[in-house]
């Protein structure tokens, strides 16, 4: 994941909420995201109640759940998309909670997840999911969003494992709200200080190949890209469409 | 200020809210402890809010029930007709406090948002209010009061389109607008610190009632009712009576009867995370949140507060629940033994109380929380009647 510093080509990293009424077409996506240049996957789990979520993906998560998409379709398309990227489980806590967070992580660790993102999940609630996590072998991936301390961007760099995650900005996925631009560079130097080895991704918001250029010019090492994804899919998510898609973002060079 | 009440409550967040419950922490801290502070809410809470609010014996209702008397702690004559504006007071002054120039809120029934648009106005500050469509289609009048104060009423159309959506969406608002905008939430619901600053400026409700009881009758009460949603009013009620004798009863909105689970967290869910906050919800297999039903707005929510949860649990507290036939029933036995038309979510409690009662000797004394009037209602009810 260390795709700037090391590589010079960001390492990029697409969203993708599972949905039974997808099942069909997953691998086909999934093969080409990887094709485009995509270095691993983020599979969602649909949530009621997505509270960190813009109102594109929002609709996502309530329409795989209409669709009846439960967790036996999340270990599924994890034992599809893991032998073709590395994949991490974005959920909310709470289908962590109720299934026990041990059995939980279990079964997605055997099904093939490499990671686990917790959007609701600050970090003085973390321990007990970083101890299940640890115990599988699936690295637990925290976020940091702006606003909060370097100190405090520190110590969850040095709790986060696989890469951290960098919200963009004030808000939800999807996109950048009015007046929410946040100079990302003090958090991204706090989280390199404290854990010099650890990736740091930027997400939410992170669309095309400005908004790529913008966010790697704060020293990350890759973009995370959900919002624009399910709407390419929308749109027109055919293989070839959607490996054009995320070409155009995997292309963009660091600055400098 | 503790984070957990036993093993519920926490914050489950993003972490882009983490540095305001931090200052909302601190910010309540500094101010129970400000003279200058605890003199203005003192002050405001006589003039602005009306309390005390009267304990009134309920003869009337107390002979349909032919057993303990029952005593109504009346909440709905506080301004703007619940004991939400008691929250919303103390929140307002604490917004002024962090110089937050704004304030969002979520509504069920209205009456929060109701009593957020009252300080939103007393205090100078931009107001606007989240609420579900089917909210606001069955609390038009409160609609309509939150706009005439000044307020912004947003539809909420996601998901269930009622109380669980619209703090969702207002959530969301508070992760954009975090550095200009308080969130005023309504219930003792919701991250740490929420809960523990809801219920300290609701239990005024529980103190009042251990003062005047001890006024009325020369001692406590033998048991406390209050209906729950998140359970503001009941948290309130319950929280300064929570050392002593007491017996506590929480009443939960039971839905129409004989068909599923209503909105009883506590009597028929699970521990789960919802907004925040590790308590019991109504969820599937999967944890989704489940479709709730009540007739009552404010009381149709798949969690509770978490402190709820603690005293469910501990054992201290005992939760019901009351299906939508009763608690109109209710309504009316409230309206005519005693003049008074009591808000369908104390409604519930209305007939948990007179049940109680029926099985206790005359001595024994019951204080419901009549935590709402229910003017906002008559609607529902005239149609629930035909």
């Given at each position: 994941?260390r795709?700037?510093?090391?590589?010079?080509?960001?390492?990029?990293?697409p969203?993708?909420?599972?949905?039974?009424a997808?099942?069909?077409?997953l691998?086909?996506?999934?093969?080409a995201?990887?094709?485009?240049g995509a270095?691993?996957?983020?599979?969602g789990?649909?949530f009621?109640?997505?509270?960190?979520?813009?109102?594109?993906?929002a609709?996502s998560?309530?329409a795989?759940?209409?669709h009846?998409?439960?967790?036996?379709?999340?270990?599924?398309?994890?034992?599809?998309?893991s032998?073709i990227?590395?994949?991490?489980?974005?959920?909310?806590a709470?289908?962590?909670v109720?299934?026990?967070?041990?059995?939980?992580i279990g079964?997605?660790?055997s099904?093939?997840a490499?990671?686990?993102?917790i959007?609701?999940?600050?970090?003085?609630?973390?321990?007990?999911f970083?101890?299940?996590?640890?115990?599988?072998?699936v690295?637990?991936?925290?976020?940091?969003?702006?606003g909060?301390?370097?100190d405090?961007?520190?110590?969850?760099?040095r709790?986060?494992?696989?890469?951290?995650?960098?919200?963009?900005?004030?808000?939800?996925?999807g996109?950048?709200?009015?007046?929410?631009?946040?100079?990302?560079?003090?958090?991204?130097?706090?989280?390199?200080?404290?854990?010099?080895?650890l990736p740091?991704?930027?997400?939410?918001?992170?669309?095309?190949r400005a908004?790529?250029?913008h966010?790697?010019?704060t020293g990350a090492?890759?973009v995370i890209?959900?919002t624009?994804?399910e709407?390419?899919l929308?749109?027109?998510g055919?293989?070839?469409?959607?490996r054009?898609?995320?070409?155009?973002?995997a292309?963009?060079?660091a600055?400098? | 200020?503790?984070?957990?009440?036993?093993?519920?409550?926490?914050?489950?967040v993003?972490?882009?809210?983490v540095?305001?419950?931090?200052e909302?922490?601190?910010?309540?801290?500094?101010a129970?402890?400000?003279?200058?502070?605890?003199?203005?809410?003192?002050?405001?809470r006589?003039?602005?809010?009306?309390?005390?609010t009267p304990?009134?014996h309920?003869?009337?209702?107390?002979?349909?029930g032919?057993g303990?008397?029952?005593w109504?702690k009346?909440?709905?004559l506080?301004?703007?007709?619940?004991?939400k504006?008691?929250n919303?007071?103390?929140?307002?002054?604490?917004?002024?406090?962090?110089?937050?120039?704004?304030?969002i809120?979520e509504?069920?029934?209205?009456?929060?948002g109701v009593?957020?648009?009252m300080?939103?106005?007393a205090?100078?500050?931009?107001?606007?209010?989240?609420?579900?469509?089917?909210d606001?289609?069955?609390q038009?009048?409160?609609?309509?009061?939150?706009?005439?104060?000044?307020?912004?009423v947003?539809p909420?159309?996601?998901?269930?389109?009622?109380?669980?959506d619209?703090?969702n969406?207002?959530?969301?608002?508070w992760i954009?607008n975090?550095r200009t905008t308080h969130?005023?939430?309504?219930?003792?619901v919701?991250p740490h610190p929420?809960?523990?600053i809801?219920?300290?400026?609701?239990?005024?409700?529980?103190r009042?009632v251990?003062?005047?009881?001890?006024?009325?009758?020369g001692?406590?009460p033998d048991?406390?009712?209050?209906c729950v949603g998140?359970g503001s009013?009941?948290?309130?009620?319950?929280?300064?009576?929570?050392?002593t004798?007491?017996?506590l009863?929480?009443?939960?909105?039971?839905g129409?009867?004989?068909?599923?689970r209503?909105?009883?967290?506590l009597?028929?869910?699970?521990?789960g995370?919802?907004?925040?906050?590790?308590s019991?919800v109504?969820?599937?297999?999967?944890?989704?949140?489940?479709?709730?039903t009540?007739?009552?707005?404010?009381?149709?929510y798949?969690g509770?507060g978490p402190?709820?949860?603690?005293?469910?649990e501990s054992?201290?507290?005992r939760?019901?629940?009351?299906h939508?036939?009763?608690a109109?029933?209710?309504?009316?036995w409230?309206?005519?033994?005693?003049?008074i038309?009591?808000?369908?979510?104390?409604?519930?409690?209305?007939?948990?109380?007179v049940?109680?009662?029926?099985?206790?000797p005359?001595r024994?004394?019951?204080?419901?929380?009549?935590?709402?009037?229910?003017?906002?209602?008559l609607?529902v009810v005239?149609?629930a009647?035909?």
């Amino acid at each position: 994941m260390r795709g700037t510093r090391e590589r010079g080509s960001p390492s990029v990293v697409p969203y993708l909420l599972v949905d039974r009424a997808r099942r069909r077409s997953l691998r086909g996506t999934v093969r080409a995201l990887r094709d485009a240049g995509a270095v691993a996957l983020e599979l969602g789990f649909p949530f009621s109640d997505p509270i960190a979520d813009g109102p594109v993906l929002a609709a996502s998560h309530q329409a795989a759940l209409r669709h009846g998409t439960d967790w036996r379709d999340l270990l599924a398309a994890l034992r599809t998309t893991s032998p073709i990227l590395p994949s991490a489980v974005m959920s909310y806590a709470n289908p962590l909670v109720h299934r026990g967070l041990d059995r939980a992580i279990g079964e997605l660790a055997s099904a093939g997840a490499s990671g686990l993102i917790i959007p609701d999940l600050s970090l003085e609630e973390s321990p007990p999911f970083r101890v299940a996590a640890r115990r599988h072998g699936v690295s637990l991936v925290l976020l940091a969003a702006p606003g909060i301390s370097g100190d405090r961007v520190g110590r969850i760099a040095r709790a986060s494992r696989g890469f951290l995650y960098l919200v963009s900005h004030y808000g939800t996925t999807g996109g950048a709200a009015r007046g929410s631009a946040v100079d990302l560079r003090p958090l991204v130097a706090a989280a390199r200080r404290a854990s010099p080895r650890l990736p740091v991704l930027v997400g939410f918001g992170v669309r095309d190949r400005a908004s790529a250029r913008h966010a790697l010019a704060t020293g990350a090492d890759g973009v995370i890209v959900g919002t624009a994804v399910e709407e390419q899919l929308a749109r027109d998510g055919r293989p070839g469409s959607m490996r054009r898609f995320l070409g155009e973002i995997a292309a963009v060079r660091a600055p400098g | 200020m503790p984070r957990r009440f036993g093993r519920f409550g926490g914050a489950y967040v993003p972490e882009t809210l983490v540095p305001a419950l931090v200052e909302l922490e601190a910010t309540w801290r500094s101010a129970r402890r400000d003279p200058e502070f605890r003199a203005q809410l003192a002050l405001l809470r006589t003039t602005l809010a009306g309390r005390p609010t009267p304990l009134y014996h309920a003869r009337r209702l107390s002979r349909r029930g032919r057993g303990a008397e029952i005593w109504l702690k009346r909440e709905d004559l506080v301004h703007g007709g619940a004991h939400k504006f008691n929250n919303a007071l103390g929140q307002g002054l604490l917004a002024v406090r962090m110089h937050k120039p704004r304030l969002i809120a979520e509504t069920g029934a209205g009456q929060h948002g109701v009593a957020t648009a009252m300080i939103g106005a007393a205090l100078g500050l931009e107001t606007e209010v989240y609420m579900g469509e089917v909210d606001i289609e069955r609390q038009r009048p409160n609609v309509e009061r939150m706009e005439l104060l000044g307020a912004r009423v947003v539809p909420v159309r996601d998901g269930t389109r009622t109380l669980k959506d619209a703090i969702n969406r207002a959530l969301r608002d508070w992760i954009a607008n975090v550095r200009t905008t308080h969130y005023l939430l309504g219930s003792a619901v919701g991250p740490h610190p929420f809960p523990t600053i809801v219920a300290d400026f609701q239990s005024v409700i529980g103190r009042e009632v251990r003062r005047q009881s001890i006024r009325a009758f020369g001692r406590l009460p033998d048991l406390a009712v209050a209906c729950v949603g998140g359970g503001s009013n009941a948290i309130g009620t319950f929280h300064p009576l929570r050392r002593t004798s007491v017996e506590l009863l929480g009443v939960e909105a039971g839905g129409p009867r004989g068909r599923g689970r209503g909105a009883a967290s506590l009597a028929r869910g699970s521990p789960g995370v919802l907004h925040g906050s590790f308590s019991y919800v109504l969820q599937d297999a999967d944890g989704q949140m489940e479709e709730t039903t009540s007739i009552s707005a404010g009381l149709d929510y798949a969690g509770v507060g978490p402190e709820h949860a603690f005293l469910k649990e501990s054992g201290r507290a005992r939760y019901v629940s009351v299906h939508d036939e009763e608690a109109l029933a209710a309504f009316h036995w409230l309206a005519e033994d005693e003049g008074i038309l009591p808000a369908l979510e104390p409604a519930h409690a209305i007939y948990a109380a007179v049940r109680e009662a029926r099985r206790r000797p005359a001595r024994e004394k019951i204080v419901v929380t009549l935590s709402g009037r229910g003017d906002k209602d008559l609607e529902v009810v005239r149609r629930a009647s035909r």
